[in-house]
C-alpha cells in the first residue's frame, strides 16, 4: 500500500491560483499511475487529471483543461496539481490515488487514496 496525504488547499478568490502537493510514501511511488480527482457538496466524485508513472503523459477532465497542470517529482515522491484560473465551480475537496490497474480515469481501479484537501474558490 501507498500512503497518500494532500497539502495546499485552501480559500482563494475566482481567476487565482493554487497548487496541490500529494507527498506518498509506503510501496514504490514511480510504480503508478497518478490521479486527482474533486468531490463537490451533494456530488459524486470525479476525475480531474492523470499522470503516468514517468510524467511523460497526462490527461484532464475538459472541465480544467487549459487551466490545471499535473505534474510529478518521483525523486521526491510527491505529485502536483497547478490550479490557474479558477472558478467557484472548482470548489471541491480534492483527492490524489495511486492507479492500481495502469492508465485510467475510473475511480473504482484506485487502489490508495489520500485525506483530501479543500479548495474553496470565491466569486
Known amino acids: 500500500q501507498v500512503q497518500l496525504v494532500e497539502s495546499g488547499g485552501g480559500l482563494v478568490q475566482a481567476g487565482g491560483s493554487l497548487r496541490l502537493s500529494c507527498a506518498a510514501s509506503?510501496?514504490?511511488?514511480?510504480?503508478?499511475?497518478m490521479g486527482w480527482f474533486r468531490q463537490a457538496p451533494g456530488k459524486e466524485r470525479e476525475f480531474v487529471a492523470l499522470?503516468?508513472?514517468?510524467?511523460?503523459?497526462?490527461s484532464y477532465a475538459n472541465s480544467v483543461k487549459g487551466r490545471f497542470a499535473i505534474s510529478r517529482v518521483n525523486a521526491k515522491n510527491t505529485v502536483y496539481l497547478q490550479m490557474n484560473s479558477l472558478k467557484p465551480e472548482d470548489t471541491a475537496v480534492y483527492y490524489c490515488?495511486?492507479?492500481?490497474?495502469?492508465?485510467?480515469?475510473?475511480?473504482?481501479?484506485?487502489?490508495?487514496w489520500g485525506q483530501g484537501t479543500q479548495v474553496t474558490v470565491s466569486s
Open positions: 509506503g510501496r514504490t511511488f514511480s510504480n503508478y499511475a
Open positions: 499522470i503516468n508513472w514517468s510524467g511523460a503523459i497526462t
Open positions: 490515488a495511486t492507479a492500481s490497474t495502469g492508465w485510467t480515469r475510473v475511480i473504482g481501479d484506485y487502489g490508495s
